[in-house]
């Protein structure tokens, strides 16, 4: 009796290898260096304490890794990153860029601080602009263009909280516990306790946290509805295929 004989199949040849994406890989790599060098000229002209005190800080320290990783996965044929980090990184790039263009550097903001902003020149300049502007639109240029849509859940926006949630909570202890007389004892206005008071504070922070959850759930709803990227990477079954169907 003749038995047919089994042949192993390696499991590269049952799932294609997923392809290296060298536009993506440089794409995500230069954000993350302007993030970086932004990073870098803070803390080189000014106190890194000081600096890693700001929210924006943190927020392009996260992007500065979630996109460094997404170009190494990218170039080297790795899966992406989970969603809930990425889209934690887009969630609080896009509130530093809205929170400064529309709130700080606003004259018709009550926390307008566009007098300060006016007076920064050369590398504090730069800086500035790499990480109020050039990081949160990369970021959103990377979720539009480079990434699959669909990966984002709705219990997302909720979780992404956590992120100003801890930083609220940082900003008032650190404003508790430093001297009064500091120039930053509380490093943005609205969290300014000798001006608003804790009630006012945590109104301000209510009000912020709403439309941050509300910005959350605005970018899980654009993923669900937007287009998948024009590129062979994302497509469910090769050309090839479609005729086995």
């Known amino acids: 009796m003749f038995t047919p004989r089994t042949v192993a ?13 060298p536009w993506a890989a440089a794409f995500r790599g230069l954000i993350a260096l302007a993030a970086a060098t932004g990073l870098v000229i803070e803390c080189v002209h000014g106190s890194v304490l000081v600096v890693l005190s700001f929210f924006t800080i ?27 980090w990425t889209g934690g990184a887009l969630l609080c790039m896009s509130v530093v ?16 601080q566009a007098a300060e902003i006016a ?6 300049a730069v800086a500035n602009q790499l990480l109020h502007t050039v990081t949160p639109i990369g970021a959103a240029l990377d979720f539009l263009l480079l990434t699959a849509p669909g990966a984002l859940r709705w219990r ?8 100003p949630g801890l930083y609220f909570t940082f900003a008032l202890v650190r404003g508790a516990l430093i ?26 922070a209510v009000v912020l946290g709403a439309a941050f959850f509300a910005l959350g759930l605005a970018i899980v709803g654009l993923d669900r509805i937007r287009p998948a990227p024009r590129s062979p990477e994302y497509r469910i079954s090769s050309e090839r295929a479609r005729g086995l169907k």
């Open 9 to 21: 199949v390696p499991a590269s040849a049952a799932v294609p290898a997923a392809r290296r994406r």
């Open 58 to 84: 943190w927020s392009n320290i996260l992007t500065a890794v979630v996109l460094g990783l997404g170009a190494v996965r990218a170039w080297t044929r790795r899966p992406p990153l989970p969603a809930l």
């Open 179 to 204: 001297s009064p007389d500091a120039p930053t004892r509380y490093t943005y206005p609205f969290l300014d306790v000798t001006v608003h008071g804790y009630a006012g504070v945590l109104t301000n």
């Open 97 to 112: 860029g809205l929170v400064f263009h529309l709130v700080l550097d606003n004259e018709a903001s009550e926390f307008n």
């Open 156 to 163: 997302h926006a909720a979780q992404w909280l956590a992120a």
């Open 119 to 124: 007076r920064l020149t050369g590398a504090k």
